[in-house]
């Protein structure tokens, strides 16, 4: 019997995303997907997923969520904590980075995301409605996820059920991304701008405004100069995540997820691959700087990270949760099973 996850209470900030829906800009259609799509691999990964499974996106106050029917296995990953409730069972807290198999009745309350953003995985994944070959959400066309829209108190999650049960869990070391500037390639508009201004892009430090969701993020520093006023401004052309615009006012826009197709303002700087889930856990008042690379050193830097990732992958053991812990209410009357 399939599994069943009621949200009894959506909170803030919180939609389900997967790997993106690729193939479509061509038709005005946004990728979206998760800002941090390394942490949201680790959740999946934690519970036994494939990459491409849906989970919940956090990125301000984590839902509270009840099983109605199945026996469900989750994981957190992220600068994030939980709190679990089971029944005549005093409240125990949750860490992030271990999963956690939660039975009908059962209710997780999700604490508020410290970092950017952070992930909440199911086993099997999420199963709301494929569109386009995505399960993500796209709020500003009321697309994908549930009715196009942030988690809301009453929605049902459908996912898998882990029958028979599996007594031991997973965990891992914590993830974390590289340090230092964010990388970028130059262009394809960097022309557009002074040379001082490109240096000083470069050399300088940005700091994130409170301006900022899935679609971007505006940065503010020393004004960039372009070279005309007209240079402001450029025949609509295509912007991908992690392209930086720069409008007329000189401080730097950094598209994310749900950023349009178009747009016509030159782009000075791509972030690189490696680096676009780093965007992801951005939050107002960081400070941040760029670094720029070659083609060839970007891709190196991408062959780095997936190699790094392969090996935290590698490092996730499993073991068998503290149970009297969990039930330290309710010791006197509970038999061990038979390991």
């Known amino acids: ?36 799509s390394v942490l949201a691999r680790c959740a999946n990964a934690l519970v036994g997923n494939p990459p491409e499974c849906a989970c919940i996106e956090i990125r301000v106050l984590g839902p509270t969520l009840q099983v109605r029917r199945g026996r469900v296995r989750v994981a957190l ?7 679990l409730q089971r029944a005549d069972v005093r409240p125990q807290p949750i860490e992030p980075w271990t999963s956690i198999t939660l039975d009908a009745g059962e209710t997780l309350e999700i604490g ?21 070959g995505s399960r993500s959400t796209y709020q500003r066309a009321l697309f ?3 009715d196009g829209r942030p988690l809301m108190t009453g929605n049902m999650l459908p996912c898998a059920s882990q029958e028979p049960r599996e007594y031991r869990e997973h965990k891992a070391e914590p993830w974390s991304h590289d340090e230092g500037a ?19 892009f470069l050399d300088s430090h940005y700091q994130v405004t409170s301006q900022m ?32 615009q720069v409008p007329g006012n000189g401080q730097p826009i950094v598209l994310l997820a749900d950023c349009q197709t178009v747009g016509g303002y030159p782009k000075i700087a791509t972030v690189i691959s490696a680096d676009l889930p780093r965007l ?26 997936e190699a790094r990732w392969t090996a935290w992958a590698g490092g996730i053991v499993s073991y068998m949760p503290d149970v009297t812990s969990l039930y ?12």
């Open 1 to 36: 019997m399939p599994g069943l996850i009621e949200v009894i209470d959506g909170k803030i900030g919180n939609s389900i995303q997967d790997t993106g829906r690729l193939g479509y800009r061509h038709m005005g259609i946004t990728v979206s997907g998760c800002l941090d």
């Open 77 to 83: 990953a992220g600068d994030i904590s939980a709190t």
């Open 112 to 132: 508020s995301v410290k970092g950017g953003a952070a992930y909440l995985a199911l086993f099997g994944g999420i199963d709301s409605l494929l569109q386009l």
């Open 144 to 146: 994908g996820g549930i």
């Open 182 to 200: 964010i990388r970028v390639m130059l262009g394809p508009q960097d022309g557009h701008f002074k040379p001082e201004s490109v240096a000083q």
């Open 213 to 244: 969701d899935r679609m971007g993020v505006r940065l503010e520093g020393i004004p960039l100069v372009h070279l005309t006023p007209e240079a402001a401004d450029i025949v609509s052309d295509g912007v991908t995540p992690g392209a930086i």
């Open 280 to 305: 992801g856990q951005l939050k107002p008042g960081q400070s941040i700087r760029f670094r720029a690379l070659s083609a060839a050193e970007a891709h190196q830097a991408l062959l780095a990270r």
């Open 328 to 339: 330290n209410d309710l010791t006197s009357n509970w038999v061990a099973p038979d390991w």
